[in-house]
């Protein structure tokens, strides 16, 4: 397994080098975080993270207060009063441990849903910036190791998808 690896990457590299192709890497996190539309949407996913948790904070809080309550009657309740309040009180836990579960997976699923639209938005402009500047081969940043500062497209693109696109509909 090691040989195949070892003499696949010298093949790689022969074909690089005696190519001559033009070779450059780029970021996408960063074009995710760095562009116009990347903060607009972060921005946009960081408010309603926070509505969600002031949100699920004062219903965690309220139903902390009924406990409290419910356990200061405990004495002075009959058991069967005791136990339908004490099984209320466990389906409106349930219920909002359901619901807090279920707008954190929506949010989730908006984030995933815009940045595929954003990385929609973003291949076009990439080949066009590839086949203008006669680049062979682009590879994502993260697979590299070491590679020289002039080789990075990454602020070309982001520079690029901003005059392209300012904001995302919602």
Same mark, same amino acid.
């Not at 921005?43 to 904070?57: D, G, N």
């Not at 809080?61 to 209320?88: R, S, W, Y």
């Not at 590679?147 to 693109?157: A, N, R, S, Y």
């Given at each position: 397994?090691?040989?195949?690896? %070892? %003499?696949?990457? =010298? %093949?790689?590299? @022969?074909?690089? %080098? ?7 890497? !780029?970021? =996408?996190?960063? *074009?995710?975080?760095?562009? +116009?539309?990347? +903060? ?11 509505? /969600? ?17 419910? !356990? ?5 309740? $009959?058991?069967?009063? &005791? ?26 699923? @908006?984030?995933?849903? $815009? ?12 080949? $066009? ?15 590299? *190791?070491?590679?020289? +500062?002039? /080789? ?9 998808? $901003? ?6 509909? &919602?």
């Amino acid at each position: 397994m090691k040989i195949k690896s %070892f %003499f696949t990457i =010298i %093949f790689i590299n @022969f074909l690089i %080098f005696h190519a001559n192709a033009e070779i450059a890497y !780029i970021d =996408i996190d960063v *074009i995710l975080k760095s562009s +116009k539309v990347g +903060k607009f949407l972060n921005t946009h996913i960081e408010k309603k993270e926070i509505e /969600l948790k002031k949100k699920y904070t004062e219903i965690e809080n309220d139903l902390k207060n009924k406990e409290k309550t419910l !356990i200061a009657q405990q004495n002075i309740l $009959n058991k069967e009063d &005791f136990e339908k309040k004490l099984k209320i009180l466990s389906q409106e836990v349930q219920k909002y441990r359901s619901d807090k579960r279920s707008s954190y997976e929506s949010l989730k699923k @908006f984030k995933i849903e $815009n940045t595929k639209q954003i990385l929609e938005i973003l291949n076009p402009i990439i080949t $066009n910036f590839v086949d203008l500047n006669s680049i062979s081969i682009v590879i994502p940043k993260k697979n590299i *190791i070491v590679g020289k +500062k002039k /080789l990075e497209i990454t602020d070309k693109i982001i520079s690029l998808l $901003n005059d392209n696109t300012q904001k995302l509909n &919602f």
